[in-house]
């Protein structure tokens, strides 16, 4: 019984390889030391759509492929993250992301209503990745003007301007293992083989930082690009602290809990890069040995990748890395970009929001700044101030688009060129508003978050720099990649404003007694416009006792 | 060539199943239950860290019903608030039932429909009767029909003919006895098995008046609904006792299992709960001992084996998309920075 | 040279109390500015005005785009006048106030002289001096300059010191029988806040009543006027918009609606934070019809014979009522009210209506302070404050009223309260 049972798997088996054809899965993980104390992890898992039909899906999820094709989707990128990336001591990751949801896509020019069509996909991108991203709705979401350009190959006879480009983000969503369940399941290998299977979820939540993301596109599938496949990539970053896995010496075991057991055999390549610049400040060996270490020289920074090769049928590895004992102290250098965003002012009536951008570079960088302020905050752009000063030339450009209460937010862009070695203050005030009582959450004196600002920057360097450029798609794709310059776009950190509340208990108190005070004045204004004055005899006045007494006999009869 | 291949898989498939169904009987002792599918909703209506046991409540009954057999498509889990990775939590990423961390009620493979701010009043009773926004995805939907038998369990924090929601609304139970008449009169379950463990538990079911619907508390009215222990690691309270002894006995059912109803319904004596349990069993058809426990909490399904040959017509094809005939268009990567504004202002 | 005197010295009190270091403060208190008329929303209207984005887009600018475009201009040419400028608006309001109560005067003369007959024996001790008469625009003048809320209302540069302005001269106008005066200027009130509008219905009186002849022509002239020239600044200020009428949603719809719940001294913010949402939209009806026309008809039938006292009473009660109220129009209806001098003997409350007044002005920002600042108290207490300060305000109006109508009784039928030789009670019936 079971010997049949086993051939019918295996024939399964076949028939779903003999499909496989068509499609390209290949898995990629990334580990830089972020000396002093942390651990930079970064999976992706990059899946080339070559069929262009959407009926069939091979490696690729046929869920987002239907997302796709239905809301006529061009390019879409959804990343849940919890915790805060930290720019000045970190450098910079591969893909930015910012904390809670953040989702953002470009819709095909043909789409008429791109509201609608935004409306459906957050809400069923909710119910595919357990996330509450149906709370996206037209009071939080905004259309970028200048800071997000699409990442993926765009017709170029067509004209993509903003309208069609929506963005929001939840800075309260939470990110735990229901989310990376849904998101696993969309590998072609789940969980089982392959780097995803490094992915337990008790370790993974307990880093720094962690975000998981999904990033469609269209990539060119030729040289001259007249023809389009879509990536799918599907990301995750980590950052261990060394404190909490209590050792300066890590290892897939101590990181994951298990070591790999081989790569996806459905994927075309599997290869782990370990970033060994940090090896010079901070000295450590790897065990096993890797394949090749490879140098690469990328505006101005050399970068040496030690390079594991995977193949389905390796044996168990666990790739670790040793510190020397004598541990040098080291001062980390910051990127060249580094910013931070707080909130000014006390009490509950009015307030600021500062950002401070930091250019540690000798050139000036253009940067774009993207402030997106929730409509119950309501900034006044009167109060801009850079650097303290209302008009400064540091503004290039400058796009604002006010918000209405409960209807949509408040966006604003400002392109600027920061001068070399210097901080830039921009300052904007804004109002707190109160709210009606059943507008605010159930936990209404938690405090309220207000989501990131988003900074897309032209950096003149690649220092710290390790993104993927826009016309590759695997980590080779960063090897000595010079560019004139290099694009990334960044989230600060978020706030959190706690808002004046009413007292929650007492909505019929309030109305009665608002309502007895109209009543007070309805009254007399009654009668006096009804009622005219006249003498009424009174007779002699009656003292209280004899009151009392005629009160008991008006009861006797 | 492709449709060839199609039909194969699909034999085969059909093949594997009937292999697997053969090994599943019902027990004979057993009424006959006329449904066809399985459906759980399972909320937890607190918010707050110091809410964690009921969190661990409404994991329990879903690990069971899930290791049971129930889909994760067929269960309806709303979580509101989030406790697993909550900072305060040492622990991240886990859940557990005991300070012994015996079970990770949470796991390593969990879906929760809804949650955070998204549990609320409005949303359950939307989705018991089915009238959820256009937009909802299907996971957020109970896509009963008049053949589901439907798990429904509730906890959270409770009055005489209330529960609360998230510590800002309520339901009470007059809204939850209209919200399943609804269901019945939409043809939306067969059998409705109702739990809920919360303070004066009963008083939610005594307000029902539809058809098929066994329900179980874990507390009658005026009584409160007792937690277990406490997790001096954590600092709360970790499990509420009724679900904590609904656990233990289901973590010994098993999809095969010959336990019945009644037994389920015996699971807390009154020295382990504190409270009483209490049973409502008048709208119920069936006799509790005879029906398995499996039709509720798992999704067993009745097969009919047929030696009669099916004919697998080639489906159509569908119309190619007119993408396939369109015209090459050119793409290109665009500068990933607005370089044109610049080089207008300088 | 006394009156010189008295608006130098709150010329200077206001100028100086703008340039201290109080006037940021000021200018943001929640019983000062309200969304509808605070500086910094003005400010904020200009800037975007100013680079081209549309300020009603927005839900930061409430003002009436014929108000926006003059503080451009004068933000634009002339900023350091600003201080100046709102000085000069509030003097002048002074003025034009205690003009009206000049001629109100000669108006309330003659009538007493008209009416002589009616007037019984024994009350004509009460009937009123040419001294006593001469006092009152001195008190109405005073009252204004250095009432402390007209003071702080003008010193926060609110654009209710406009609103202010607008109104003293429309009732100037009426007063005097300018009928175009009158129909402009509370056409250009009832532009920027909507309330004024009840105002057409004494003014038109009045007109009718200074410029004799056929009255019922006078009371279509007026109102024709004032139709055509509300409607002419509805069009020029869709012209200045650019044809867009989006600012009537921004404007009217802001003061209807009441979309913005932050406290004033009103009864609209917390009631309608307190509301369930279901019923809004009915109590946001019912409050608007008695702060607009609920009262006005049978008002206007009461004291035709009086359109000054209509007039006064309509502007204390949409002050009360209205969506977002500030102290510049409690000030502004309080120095109407020495012209009824001759009433307060008459009137029950004063002393309660004082006290509430002192005491809420003190307790106010106190509970403010503690409610956002220092969070020890919530929003109840500054609730229950601008409950007392509303009732204070409904008990002086309504007791001016009942003083009216006593004072009336007591010259027709003499001061001594006898039925038949026996004592009688003044009662309503």
Not at chain 1, 91 to 116: Q, S
Not at chain 2, 234 to 258: A, C, M, Q, W
Not at chain 3, 160 to 181: D, E, K, Y
Request: proline fraction near 6%; charged fraction near 15%.
């Amino acid at each position: 019984m079971s010997k049949f049972r086993n051939i019918i798997f295996l024939l399964f088996l076949i028939s779903q390889t003999i499909s496989v054809s068509s499609d390209d899965f290949k898995e990629e993980l990334y580990i830089k030391p972020l000396p002093p104390m942390h651990l930079y992890v970064y999976f992706q898992f990059i899946t080339l759509i070559t069929g262009d039909t959407y009926e069939h899906s091979h490696l690729a999820p046929r869920s987002l492929k239907e997302i796709m094709s239905r809301f006529q989707v061009e390019e879409l990128h959804l990343t849940l993250t919890e915790g805060q990336w930290r720019h000045k001591q970190w450098g910079y990751p591969v893909m930015d992301a910012a904390p809670g949801a953040e989702l953002y896509a470009w819709f095909a020019p043909t789409v008429t209503d791109v509201n609608a069509n935004w409306k459906k996909l957050s809400a069923t991108l909710s119910g595919l990745f357990c996330a509450s991203l149906n709370f996206i709705d037209a009071h939080n979401t905004i259309s970028p003007k200048m800071a997000l350009t699409p990442l993926g190959a765009m017709n170029i006879g067509l004209n993509y301007t903003s309208q069609f480009a929506r963005y929001a983000s939840l800075p309260r969503e939470i990110v735990c293992t229901e989310n990376l369940t849904p998101w696993k399941k969309l590998l072609p290998c789940e969980s089982s083989h392959g780097f995803a299977s490094l992915l337990n979820s008790r370790l993974i939540h307990n880093t720094n930082y962690h975000s998981i993301g999904v990033h469609i596109r269209k990539v060119c599938s030729n040289n001259e690009c007249t023809n389009y496949n879509f990536e799918v990539k599907q990301t995750v970053a980590l950052v261990y602290d060394f404190k909490i896995i209590n050792s300066i010496n890590w290892s897939f075991k101590l990181l994951f809990g298990q070591g790999l057991f081989g790569g996806c055999p459905l994927s075309s390549s599997s290869k782990i890069y370990i970033d060994l610049t940090s090896n010079d400040t901070l000295p450590f060996k790897l065990s096993p040995k890797p394949i090749s270490i490879i140098q690469s020289q990328r505006g101005g920074s050399d970068t040496l990748l030690a390079v594991y090769d995977i193949k389905a049928d390796s044996p168990m590895i666990n790739i670790g890395a040793k510190h020397s004992i004598d541990n040098k102290f080291s001062v980390t250098i910051p990127p060249p970009l580094h910013f931070n965003r707080y909130v000014l002012g006390y009490g509950k009536e009015f307030g600021g929001i500062v950002t401070e951008i930091t250019n540690t570079y000798w050139a000036p960088i253009d940067i774009i700044l993207l402030e997106n302020a929730p409509w119950w905050l309501p900034i006044q752009l009167s109060t801009l101030r850079i650097n303290g000063e209302a008009e400064s030339s540091l503004i290039l450009k400058q796009y604002y688009s006010p918000g209405r209460s409960r209807q949509r937010p408040y966006h604003l862009e400002l392109l600027m060129r920061l001068p070399p070695k210097s901080t830039t203050t921009v300052t904007i005030d804004f109002e707190f508003v109160f709210l009606k009582w059943q507008e605010y959450p159930p936990d209404a004196n938690h405090g309220f978050y207000i989501g990131s600002a988003l900074i897309s920057a032209k950096l003149p360097t690649a220092k710290n720099y390790t993104s993927i450029p826009v016309d590759g798609t695997t980590l080779e794709s960063v090897i000595n990649a010079s560019k004139p310059w290099y694009p990334a776009v960044f989230r600060t950190n978020g706030a959190m404003v706690s808002l004046p509340t009413p007292d929650f208990s007492m909505p019929y108190n309030v109305i009665c007694l608002a309502c007895t005070v109209v009543a007070l004045a309805f009254g007399p204004l009654h009668n006096i416009c009804t009622k005219e004055l006249v003498l009424k005899p009174s007779g002699t006045p009656i003292s209280l006792r004899q009151r009392i007494i005629n009160l008991f006999k008006k009861k006797k009869d | 060539m492709m449709c060839a291949k199609d039909i194969l898989q699909c034999t085969l498939l059909i093949v594997s199943i009937l292999i697997y169904s053969e090994a599943i009987d019902i027990p004979e002792k057993f009424q006959k239950s006329n449904h066809t599918n399985n459906w759980a909703v399972l909320v937890d209506t607190s918010r707050f860290w110091f809410n964690y046991r009921h969190v661990a409540n409404v994991l329990s009954i879903y690990r069971s019903v899930k290791r049971l057999g129930i889909p994760d498509s067929q269960i309806i889990l709303m979580i509101s608030d989030d406790m697993a990775c909550n900072p305060r939590n040492p622990r991240p990423a886990t859940i557990f039932n005991n300070a012994h961390e015996q079970i990770n009620v949470y796991g390593d493979d969990v879906e929760v429909d809804y949650r955070g701010y998204e549990v609320s009043v409005e949303n359950f009773v939307r989705l018991l009767t089915g009238r959820v926004p256009p937009d909802t995805p299907r996971s957020k939907r109970l896509l009963t029909d008049e053949g589901s038998n439907i798990l429904i369990y509730l906890t959270g924090h409770g009055g005489d003919g209330f529960l609360k929601f998230q510590d800002s609304e309520e339901i009470t139970s007059q809204e939850l006895a209209d919200a399943l008449e609804q269901m019945w009169q939409k043809r939306r379950y067969n059998e409705i098995f109702f739990i809920i463990d919360t303070c004066q538990a009963s008083s939610m079911y005594e307000k029902f008046y539809s058809p098929n619907i066994l329900a179980t508390a874990s507390s009658l009215v005026g009584e409160d609904s007792l937690s277990h222990h406490v997790d001096s690691a954590i600092g709360v309270y970790i499990i509420d006792r009724y679900t904590y002894y609904v656990l233990e006995f289901l973590e010994n059912v098993h999809p095969n299992s010959k336990k019945s109803m009644s037994e389920f319904l015996a699971v807390c004596p009154k020295h382990a709960c504190i409270s009483t349990v209490g049973v409502r069993r008048d709208l119920f058809k069936r006799d509790p001992n005879k029906v398995p426990i499996t039709d509720f909490f798992g999704s067993v399904r009745p097969v009919i084996i047929t030696t009669d040959s099916i004919d697998i017509i080639d489906i159509p094809k569908r119309k190619n998309n007119v993408n396939t005939t369109q015209i090459p268009e050119k793409r290109a990567y665009l500068p990933q920075f607005p370089v044109h504004l610049i080089q207008n202002t300088v | 040279m006394g009156l010189v005197l008295k608006y130098v010295v709150a010329a200077l009190v206001r100028y100086w109390l703008i340039h201290s270091d109080y006037w940021q403060t000021l200018s943001n208190r929640v019983e000062i500015a309200t969304p509808l008329n605070s500086w910094k929303r003005l400010i904020e209207g200009i800037y975007l005005f100013e680079h081209n984005i549309d300020p009603y887009d927005g839900d930061s600018f409430h003002e009436s785009p014929l108000l926006l475009i003059s503080f451009y201009s004068l933000l634009k040419y002339a900023p350091y006048l600003l201080p100046g400028v709102f000085t000069l608006i509030d003097i002048l309001t002074a003025y034009f106030l205690y003009k009206t109560a000049k001629i109100f005067v000669r108006i309330l003369k003659s009538n007493q002289e008209k009416n002589i007959e009616v007037i019984s024996d024994e009350s004509k001790a009460m009937m009123l001096t040419n001294l006593q008469l001469e006092e009152v625009p001195e008190y109405v003048l005073s009252v204004y300059l250095f009432n402390p809320y007209s003071v702080l209302n003008c010193v926060g540069m609110t654009t209710t010191v406009v609103q202010n302005l607008l109104l003293a001269v429309s009732l100037w106008g009426s007063v005097a029988g300018h009928r175009l005066v009158a129909c402009i200027f509370i056409a250009l009130a009832t532009h920027q806040a909507l309330y004024p509008i009840t105002l057409i219905v004494p003014i038109s009186i009045l007109l009718a009543d200074v410029n004799k002849g056929c009255k019922k022509c006078s009371y279509i002239r007026t109102l024709l006027v004032f139709i055509l020239c509300w409607g002419f600044l509805i069009l020029t200020s869709a012209y200045i918009m650019n044809g867009s009428y989006s600012y009537i949603y921004n404007t009217y719809g802001f003061i209807l609606n009441v979309p913005d719940l932050k406290p004033n001294i009103g009864l609209f913010w917390y009631f309608f934070t307190e509301m369930f949402e279901h019923f809004r939209l009915l109590f946001v009806c019912a409050f608007q019809i008695n702060a607009l026309i609920l009262y006005v008809v049978p008002l206007t039938l009461r004291f035709k014979n009086e359109p000054v006292l209509l007039a006064t009473v309509l502007i204390a009660l949409s002050t009360i009522f209205r969506s977002y109220p500030c102290v510049g129009d409690v000030g502004f209806y309080l120095a109407l009210l020495p012209m009824w001098k001759h009433l307060f003997t008459f009137m029950q409350q004063k002393f309660i209506a004082g006290c509430a007044f002192i005491i809420t002005s003190v307790l106010g920002p106190t509970v403010w302070h503690l409610w956002i600042y220092s969070g020890s108290a919530n929003a109840n207490f500054f609730f229950g404050v601008t409950l007392s300060f509303a009732t204070a305000q409904i008990f002086l109006i309504t007791d001016l009223m009942f003083a009216y109508l006593k004072r009336e009784f007591t010259l027709k039928h003499g001061s001594s309260r006898q039925v038949d030789g026996k004592p009688a009670k003044l009662v309503l019936r």
